[in-house]
């Protein structure tokens, strides 16, 4: 179990006057001790209900965000990471934007050895955007240039 000098950066899990942010805001974001830094392993966050809106029309987009990673010394807590993504609510973007802004978020946050952020948007005028971005420390760089090139259909 964890003792309260580990949890004492964790400020928004168990609060229950949340606030709901109504734009971005990276500043949500917090970490808590990766208790096996010499395991190689890999942590994926699902946000199936992920929104934000387009740049242009302020209409809403919906979709769907998988993060993936290979912690370091800190990980994300997951409290912290929904009302992050939920911060996109009333943020215009294009999809593209998002899901590297969101890799580049957590990739300062947790200097992790690899991240990879992949969003699945749904369709609109017909168009479904599914962007990929990803990152690999020295030691990673050949896995994050193989998933890129598993993104483009390569093998």
């Known amino acids: ?3 309260e000098k580990e949890l004492e950066g964790i400020t928004l899990l168990g ?5 709901y942010p109504s734009d ?3 500043s949500l974001l917090e970490t808590f001790i990766n208790k096996h830094p010499e395991n190689e392993y890999v942590v994926t966050l699902d946000c199936p209900e992920f929104t934000t809106l387009c740049p242009k029309t302020g209409q809403p987009d919906f979709g769907h965000i998988v993060i993936s990673y290979i912690p370091r010394e800190k990980m994300v807590e997951s409290k912290s990471l929904k009302l992050y993504l939920f911060s996109f609510r009333n943020h215009g973007d ?3 934007d998002v899901v590297n802004i969101i890799m580049k978020d957590l990739k300062n946050l947790m200097n992790p050895r690899y ?6 948007f749904m369709p609109r005028g017909g168009i479904s955007i599914h962007p990929f971005s990803n990152f690999g420390d020295e030691q990673h760089e ?5 998933r890129r090139a598993e993104m483009l259909g390569f093998k």
């Open 24 to 26: 971005y805001d990276p």
């Open 15 to 19: 609060n229950q006057g949340t606030n």
């Open 142 to 146: 050949e896995l994050a240039l193989r």
């Open 115 to 120: 991240i990879e952020v992949k969003g699945y």
């Open 1 to 3: 179990m964890r003792d």
């Open 94 to 96: 294009f999809h593209e």
